[in-house]
């Protein structure tokens, strides 16, 4: 009995090792495990045997058909992931082909700079405000100290509506009417981007339309030097944590001291080059703080309230940081140049 | 205003400074320095000649052999001048000169005959064309008789001279003068400005016996001033002044113009000459213009006067256009003998009028319009009444004859230490202060930490404590006030919802795979009526338009951002870039009145517009090109970022194709439009098939709910349900959607469609559309029964509203 049952293990795991897939394999399994096979057939002869063999014989009996169906599983297994990687070889692909492209869009570069300025404001606890486009001259000018006859308006030739309406020349009529809004008695810290309109032909540096940002913080104390502390913050944001600011006594009707700001170029780190015509200087913004007529027109008491304002030239800024020669190319639209500007 | 560095020494010391250090000083304290040139830097080996003998070139009609003797030699030198002549004092470069542009002079052979250098005409040396005197304007500058030959023509000409251009703010209007510039100079470099010597001889003659001055209205003319200066020989100025006219940009014309106008840029204070004799009543009527009244000015335009200009008559008819230009009936002119010399203050807005309205600018104009210094008025006249003694030859009749109502007090403004530094942020002491108001030359008291200014009548921009604080600042140096940041209470910065809206719905279309543009808010008066959204239509609003455009194509707010759109995918597709898709987010320019009076309603407008092709895998033969479908579903995904459901129906829209073309609506009103453009329109832009969407975004962005309310998420199985129907090939499947979800109830929870079909096996003109019925109950499962239920009542509804059948 003994001899035989090792001979069936034998036998079988022979044939085990012989099957060559899986339905041989099948066969196998049915031909020694199933109801008619050899080992069945020796369970079943069990009782014949002295019942001194019938454990030890048993015992051997069910090893062998274990270790049958474990010779069964392991092939089995071989099989199948032979069959599985035969299969996945039949799947491969050529990688090298082509992706399915995914149309991607993107923002218009001023939309960048605007949301970039929005962002760095933001975080100083800046307020956005918007304005209308179609301005009162009362806004646009008288609000911010620039009453009918004042020469400054020589140096904006601007496109009327009316004899009292126009295309805003700048966005500094937002300052005038957020101060109105805050009742003359809360502080404010705002932005305005918008659109703003000159009456300039078109050309590299010309643009009838363009886009400036307006800053205003109103508040008991404000000091030139804050003035100061905020836009170098800003600028070093803007343009690198190693820039400089210097300041330049300049005029704007509705700041007093009014200046300009320039930023050391980043093209030759301040040396000197030909895009800041060898100053080592860029103009990036003008500034001052209020005027005491603006904050007084629009019903702050000077006495009590003081400010600063500064607003700066979209384009100009787009044009410094990414070298952009034209102006014009921000309104033609060209694919092949808005396709270049992708937000970082 | 140019700024001749020569001149200026005259009256403030600029030795020791370079001047491109004294640019960089200037511009950093308030004026800025647009430019620094020098007149000529390279004119060397340039002597005065004397022409000796001149005499045809023999072998050249036009050509001149002239033997020119600089003092140590005589050369033979070819002149092609017209005007040279013998005994002339004229330029002449000798071999080895360099001339302005890198001009070399050599030795050369000109038609046979050896010339030994070159005869300089005043250009060739450097100067600007405009401002060469007129008489040397077509050949060669020739010197006075008395100067020395052999004297280097670049110290005569002033040819080392540096001239700085100043661009002046409105408010600097002090620094339109040669003493303004000084005063300015000696405050950055502390030192002293020297005043001109304004004293002068007279005859025993009396002016007040000559002439007699009239003021009609003291407010627009509070000072005039006539003197007289008789016997003037009308000739050239002396060639020092004349170097500093041109060094100026003005031209010089003869000793008395030049005088005038001389003495205007040293003061910043406009004289006028007219000729005594021409003013043939001997008497001088200030008044204002009548209008029609008529003048001929110096420019020889005849001038309708519109009546509100200042004019100075001769007591009948205008001789001059105050502050502005004088007449042709009173011109000094070659045999002028008597002089009459105005020095006058008008009043700035007047004269800015007048300048205005006959578009008439001039240095006089420039001067008054900003305001002059009232107390100078009385020194330029006498300055200019000693040069003419000096440099016309005229004798200076005894006293002026004035009318004179002239304020010339000097403004005090109070300032006191704290304030200024509270201000700045700086700590600036009381000694700093009081010494930057002696560099200012501003007079003050001070008592301690109070100081009372008072403020230079040159200064006419300083009235208030803030432009004290200015002047304090900016010699003080800006770059000494440190960095701080603002103290005030700290705010949150918080884009508002709408912000984020924009924001996110502008990401939404980048994503979809739009690119943003911007295009101009002016447009043509043809595309305001173009491609307008029935949601616009319907509310009756015109343009608006420009009083004075510059261009028909600039001349219109737009009423839609469409044409704009489609005008930029024209100019892309003419450049080959033929698959666009952009959007724009934007204002458009509503009003409710034709003839505009009051501003219009401006709203935000979210637009977009595509061509070509949408999606294209080449080696896997996929290809879609932008359709209807492409369009209304970026509308939709719109929609759908602001928690909104847009109802789409087929519609007529000008500009669009009449089959495939929706109004987008929103609770029952209209909101935009999405649609192919009309063949038509394609065509005119050369574009293909285009597609666009317009929504009045403000509207829907109003809409918006900022927080929506909870909804449970389902733990109930759902259910779903097949719906095929065969109906019209007109009908329109969304209608059928709306009568399913309607005739479902409340269990319905989505209704989809996912097969739409008509060919073959189906009959001709009807087309089959197949449903998807979503039910679900959040709170329960539902039940065989009333599933059924709601399904027999839409079949029921569709048979009854579409004339469907079910398809079998």
Redesign the interface.
């Known amino acids: 009995m003994r001899e035989k049952l090792e001979a069936l293990q034998a036998e079988a795991i022979e044939k085990v090792q012989q099957a060559d897939n899986l339905q041989s394999l099948q066969d196998v399994r049915v031909a020694y495990l199933g109801k008619k096979g050899p080992i069945t057939e020796v369970l079943r002869g069990m009782g014949k045997l002295s019942p001194e063999e019938r454990p030890v014989i048993g015992e051997l009996a069910n090893k062998v058909r274990e270790a049958i169906a474990t010779a069964l599983d392991n092939k089995k297994n071989l099989l199948e992931e032979a069959a599985l990687n035969e299969q996945l070889q039949k799947e491969a692909i050529d990688v090298t082909?082509?992706g399915?492209?995914?149309?991607?869009?993107?923002?218009?570069l001023?939309?960048s700079i605007i949301?970039e300025v929005?962002d760095l404001?933001?975080?100083?606890?800046?307020?956005?405000k918007e304005g209308?486009?179609?301005?009162?001259d009362y806004f646009n000018f008288e609000a911010l100290n620039l009453p009918q006859?004042?020469?400054?308006r020589?140096?904006q030739d601007s496109?009327?509506?009316?004899d009292h309406?126009l295309?805003r020349t700048q966005t500094s009529p937002v300052q005038a009417r957020t101060m109105r809004e805050y009742d003359g008695n809360k502080?404010i810290?705002m932005i305005c981007p918008g659109?703003v309109?000159r009456?300039d032909?078109d050309d590299a540096t010309h643009s009838?339309?363009f886009?400036q940002i307006e800053g205003l913080?109103v508040?008991?104390?404000?000091?030139?030097?804050?003035l100061?502390?905020?836009l170098?913050?800003f600028s070093r944001k803007l343009f690198g944590a190693d820039r400089e600011i210097?300041?330049?006594?300049?005029?704007f009707p509705f700041t007093?001291?009014?200046?300009e700001v320039d930023v050391t170029c980043k093209v030759c780190d301040g040396k000197g080059c030909n895009v800041c015509k060898h100053t080592g200087w860029i103009e990036i913004l003008g500034a001052g703080?209020v005027?005491?007529n603006v904050l007084r027109m629009s019903g702050y008491d000077p006495e009590e309230y003081?400010g600063f304002a500064f607003g700066m030239g979209v384009e100009r800024i787009a044009m410094l940081k990414y070298g952009v020669d034209d102006i014009r190319h921000?309104?033609?639209?060209?694919?092949?140049f808005?396709?270049q500007y992708h937000k970082a | 205003m140019y700024v001749s560095l020569n001149w200026l020494k005259q009256y403030v010391d600029i030795d020791n400074i370079t001047p491109e250090e004294l640019a960089e000083r200037i511009t950093r304290s308030g004026i800025e320095v647009e430019s620094i040139e020098r007149v000529a830097p390279e004119s060397t080996n340039v002597v005065v000649g004397y022409v000796e003998s001149c005499e045809q070139h023999p072998n050249a009609d036009k050509l001149n052999l002239c033997q020119i003797n600089v003092g140590t030699e005589t050369y033979q030198i070819i002149c092609g001048a017209p005007n040279i002549t013998q005994g002339q004092k004229i330029a002449a470069a000798l071999p080895g000169a360099r001339l302005p542009g890198g001009v070399k002079i050599k030795k050369a052979k000109l038609r046979g005959v050896e010339s030994h250098g070159m005869v300089c005409s005043l250009q060739e040396l450097g100067i600007d064309e405009k401002f060469v005197p007129k008489e040397f304007a077509e050949g060669i500058f020739v010197f006075p008789e008395d100067t020395e030959i052999g004297t280097p023509v670049a110290e005569l000409l002033n040819l080392d001279d540096v001239i700085l251009e100043l661009g002046l703010t409105p408010n600097r209007a002090d620094a339109m003068s040669m003493l303004g510039v000084a005063y300015e100079v000696a405050a950055i470099l502390n030192k002293e400005v020297k005043q001109p010597e304004e004293t002068y001889q007279t005859s025993d003659n009396k002016a007040t016996d000559l002439v007699s001055v009239k003021v009609e209205d003291a407010e627009l003319n509070p000072y005039y001033g006539a003197f007289v200066i008789e016997d003037v020989t009308i000739a050239p100025s002396p060639l020092w002044m004349r170097n500093y006219l041109m060094a100026a940009g003005i031209r010089p014309i003869n000793n008395v113009v030049d005088i005038t106008n001389y003495v205007l840029l040293v003061y910043g204070q406009p004289l006028h000459a007219f000729d005594y004799d021409k003013v043939a009543t001997k008497e001088i009527v200030v008044r204002s213009a009548k209008e029609g009244e008529k003048i001929q000015t110096l420019d020889d335009q005849e001038r309708t006067l519109k009546g509100d200009e200042i004019v100075i008559t001769n007591g009948n008819e205008p001789i001059a256009l105050a502050g502005v230009m004088g007449g042709a009936n009173s011109e000094v002119s070659d045999d002028t003998k008597n002089v009459l010399l105005e020095a006058a203050f008008f009043d700035a807005r007047a004269i800015r009028r007048s300048s205005k309205h006959h578009n008439l600018r001039s240095e006089a104009s420039a001067r008054y319009e900003k305001g002059i210094d009232p107390n100078r008025v009385q020194r330029a006249g006498a300055y200019a009444a000693r040069l003419l003694a000096a440099y016309a030859g005229g004798k200076v009749a005894q006293g002026v004859v004035a009318f004179d109502e002239l304020n010339r007090e000097e403004k005090q403004v109070k300032i006191d230490t704290a304030s200024v530094n509270n201000r700045l942020g700086t700590t600036i002491s009381d000694e700093e202060i009081a010494s930057i108001l002696t560099k200012l030359q501003f007079g003050f008291e001070q008592d301690n930490s109070q100081f009372t200014v008072s403020v230079p009548t040159r200064r006419g921009d300083i009235s208030l404590f803030e432009d004290m604080l200015e002047e304090i600042a900016r010699i003080y140096g800006y770059d000494n006030i440190p960095y701080t940041l603002p103290e005030g209470e700290a705010f949150a910065g918080k884009l508002t919802t709408k912000q984020h809206l924009k924001r996110q719905l502008k990401q939404y279309l980048q994503g979809a795979g739009l690119m943003e543009t911007i295009t101009y808010s002016l447009t043509s008066k043809v595309r305001t009526e173009m491609l307008v959204s029935p949601d616009v239509l319907e509310q009756e609003v015109f343009p608006v338009k420009l009083k004075m455009p510059m261009s028909e194509e600039h001349s219109h707010l737009r009423l839609s951002i469409i044409p704009e759109l489609v005008d930029t995918l024209s100019y892309n597709v003419a450049r080959n870039q033929e698959n666009l898709g952009y959007f724009e987010f934007g204002r458009v320019f509503l009003s409710k009145e034709e003839q505009i009076t009051e501003q219009p309603t401006e709203t935000a407008r979210l637009a977009g517009a595509l061509t070509g092709t949408w999606m294209e895998q080449p080696w896997q033969q996929e290809k879609k090109s932008v359709d209807f479908y492409v369009a209304k579903g970026i509308v939709e995904g719109i929609f759908a970022q602001l928690d909104l459901e847009p109802v789409f129906q087929q519609a007529q829209v000008d500009g669009y194709h009449p089959g495939r073309t929706a109004t987008v609506s929103l609770h029952g009103k209209v909101v935009g439009v999405v649609g192919q453009l009309h063949p038509t329109v394609q065509k005119a832009f050369d574009l293909k098939e285009t597609y666009v969407f317009d929504l009045d975004i403000a509207y829907l962005m109003d809409q918006y709910e900022e927080v929506p309310s909870f909804r449970t998420i389902p733990r109930h199985p759902s259910v779903t349900r097949d719906i095929a129907l065969v109906v019209d090939e007109a009908a329109h499947a969304g209608d059928i959607q709306r009568t399913i979800q309607e005739a479902g109830g409340a269990l319905v929870q989505q209704v989809q469609i996912f097969d739409v079909y008509q060919g073959e096996h189906m009959e001709a003109g009807k087309k089959s559309i197949a449903y998807t019925v979503l039910y679900q109950d959040p709170t329960r499962t539902l039940t065989d029964e009333e599933v059924e239920a709601s399904y027999n009542n839409i079949i029921e509804n569709v048979k009854a509203k579409h004339d469907a059948e079910l398809r079998s």
């Open positions: 082909l082509p399915r492209p995914v149309k991607a869009g993107g923002p218009h001023l939309t949301e929005e404001f933001l975080g100083m606890g800046f307020e956005i209308p486009e179609v301005e009162t006859d004042h020469p400054a020589d140096m496109f009327y509506v009316t309406l295309l502080a810290k659109i309109y009456r032909t009838h339309q886009t913080l508040d008991k104390n404000v000091r030139m030097s804050d100061k502390g905020v170098l913050e210097r300041l330049r006594p300049s005029f007093e001291p009014s200046v703080m005027h005491s003081s921000f309104y033609t639209n060209d694919v092949r808005l396709s």
